[in-house]
């Protein structure tokens, strides 16, 4: 056991995370000069362009009516009952307070729209990833507006997300809590199974035991299974009346044991303060709850490259093409896509790109460009992923992977799996299947970050090689235009036997309903949806969010304490 120990700080001792953040200091990016992808919009594709932008603007409309419909939360009585009768501030507002600035990644606003069980907006629960003193910080924030901010199953799902996110960027995690616990008539969906309720839980543990920072505000109820978010965390701030933690309320007191008791004497802030010990910040009014919290990641060990060097964050070269246009490059179907190249050139920095087998398996593109200033390797489809293009999907995320490079997909699949009539068809998916799963093989091992955005079709197996939910991207954005099923509205012929023509119709409907942009964000199947023009800001933040992990120096004190013992 010895000898395990020193093995374990031996190569721990390697590379500290001091020696880390003083390389970070003498850091010097190497220059890049990647060529510049000209691409503007020829007159030949204007008519797809022109048929991709009006349908991109019906796409726009509905975005803004579902944020406008979440943006009001449980709706005017909700509202009422929170601010007037309970008195305490909405979720946005609470954000607003402990936040830098604007600047919030939302992380799947439409999650809970259109559910069986009804809409749920913001599934009950705001999460996103905001900066606090310049550190990037994951929030779950309940919205006691809907249902006295109570979980349901998709409460729970976004909960567990954001935790894997926070998990998987070692981001410090802060619990905005006001939530009376399970959704009850809907218990058997949330309490008994290993990724329902519990695990919000097992994940604190976890997340503590990896030095991933977890504070707790409780802004409002934590009745029942949320009373152990705050007990949990490794610091909780409560407060003055609207902050209440016990297992079961005043009601079920009076039940049991007869006796009257009021919330604030049953669980109140000063109870947890001063008695219980569950607690250890106790606010008078919730602005103070906010300033408490700002303080507490000041006390948080990481060191941010800037604030050593007062270097501004180099933004990186816009691009040369406007990120308006494109909304008519976003494909409203697989038939309308044009070449993948045009939409990167609006995405990188100065439209520049450093391709890597341009002239081989040309239906996926590959290359290397730079995002607000981060290197990434951008892997595209460009038309079916056939066995040429899979097989330099390898070799590139192979590549990516040994220089440590993140990884962004542009996923555009085809709409259906290739039919096999033929002797020749069935060699030719043979090889396919083959260079395929060694695509899928090299994504799931590489051990960079990747993001994903779906900015056309995401069906069938060419999504897994895409690096689709599957297979743990760090982020996964849709575009509203995206379509989402295992092959697209209009090839259901390909899933049925032949002259099966009331059943495909049947079918082709479903598919066209169930694979909207909106349908899969209700699920929860992404991280959100984003507008293409928006996509070069939350691709920078994302890259940003994952490199903050270097600059968290605590990580070395478990080092030590090994070499302690
Ligand atoms: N399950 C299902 N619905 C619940 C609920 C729960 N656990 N808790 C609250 N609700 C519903 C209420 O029925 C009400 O529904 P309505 O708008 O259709 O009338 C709505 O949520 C708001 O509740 P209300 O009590 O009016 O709001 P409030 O702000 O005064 O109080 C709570 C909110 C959460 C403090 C309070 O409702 C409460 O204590 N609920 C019970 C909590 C509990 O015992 N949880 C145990 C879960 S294991």
């Not at 939360?73 to 609470?94: E, F, M, P, W, Y």
């Amino acid at each position: 056991m010895h000898r395990s120990i020193i093995r374990f700080a031996e190569q721990h001792w390697q590379c500290p995370a001091r020696c880390v953040s003083s390389a970070v200091r003498r850091r010097k990016v190497l220059r890049s000069a990647f060529p510049v992808l000209d691409q503007p919009l020829l007159p030949i594709q204007r008519h797809v362009y022109e048929a991709n932008l009006r349908h991109s603007i019906a796409c726009r409309k509905k975005y803004s009516e579902l944020k406008e419909k979440v943006r009001k939360g449980g709706g005017d009585s909700g509202i009422a009952r929170h601010t007037q009768r309970n008195r305490k501030l909405l979720v946005r507002d609470r954000l607003h307070l402990l936040l830098d600035d604007e600047d919030f990644l939302e992380l799947s606003p439409f999650a809970g729209l259109g559910l069986p069980y009804g809409d749920i907006p913001s599934a009950g629960c705001l999460t996103g990833i905001g900066r606090i003193n310049g550190l990037w910080c994951l929030f779950i924030a309940n919205d006691a507006t809907v249902k006295g901010g109570t979980a349901y199953p998709i409460t729970v799902k976004k909960q567990l997300r954001a935790q894997e996110i926070a998990i998987q960027n070692r981001l410090p995690c802060v619990y905005l809590v006001d939530s009376g616990g399970a959704f009850l008539p809907l218990q058997s969906e949330i309490f008994p199974d290993k990724n329902q309720g519990g695990r919000t839980f097992y994940n604190e543990a976890i997340m503590s035991a990896m030095k991933i920072p977890q504070v707790a505000v409780v802004c409002g109820s934590c009745t029942a299974g949320g009373a152990y978010i705050p007990t949990m965390a490794e610091e909780a701030v409560m407060v003055h009346r609207i902050g209440t933690i016990f297992l079961g309320g005043p009601p079920l007191v009076k039940a049991a044991t007869g006796e009257e008791v009021t919330p604030e004497e049953l669980g109140g802030a000063r109870l947890h303060a001063e008695v219980s010990g569950c607690v250890d910040h106790f606010a008078w009014v919730e602005k103070e709850a906010f300033d408490y919290t700002r303080n507490i990641i000041s006390t948080l060990n990481f060191q941010l490259p800037e604030e050593e060097e007062g270097v501004k964050k180099d933004a990186g070269e816009e691009p040369l093409f406007s990120s308006e246009e494109l909304l008519g490059l976003a494909p409203q179907s697989y038939g309308h896509s044009l070449d993948v190249k045009m939409i990167i050139s609006r995405l990188t920095d100065g439209s520049r790109f450093q391709e890597f087998k341009a002239r081989y398996g040309t239906t996926l593109v590959t290359g290397f460009a730079k995002i607000s200033g981060h290197l990434v390797g951008i892997v595209a489809n460009n038309g079916v992923l056939s066995r040429d293009a899979a097989l330099k999907g390898s070799h590139f995320v192979q590549l990516c992977d040994q220089r440590d490079v993140p990884l962004l997909f542009l996923q555009n699949t085809a709409p259906a799996a290739a039919l096999t009539l033929s002797a020749a068809q069935a060699e030719a998916n043979g090889n396919r299947l083959k260079a395929q799963g060694s695509m899928m093989s090299a994504v799931a091992c590489a051990s960079v970050p990747k993001i994903t955005v779906v900015i056309g079709g995401c069906h069938g197996a060419d999504s897994y090689a895409m690096c689709g939910r599957a297979f743990d991207p760090n982020f996964l954005f849709l575009w509203p235009n995206a379509r989402v099923s295992l092959t697209a509205p209009g090839h259901a012929a390909s899933l049925l036997p032949p002259d099966e023509e009331q059943q495909e119709e049947n079918l082709n409907e479903r598919l066209k309903e169930e694979s909207s942009a909106f349908f899969s964000s209700g699920r929860m199947w992404d991280d959100g949806v984003v507008l293409p023009q928006d996509t070069r800001k939350v691709l920078g933040d994302s890259l940003d969010i994952i490199k903050q992990q270097r600059y968290q120096l605590s990580t070395e004190k478990q080092r030590s304490v090994v070499l302690r013992v």
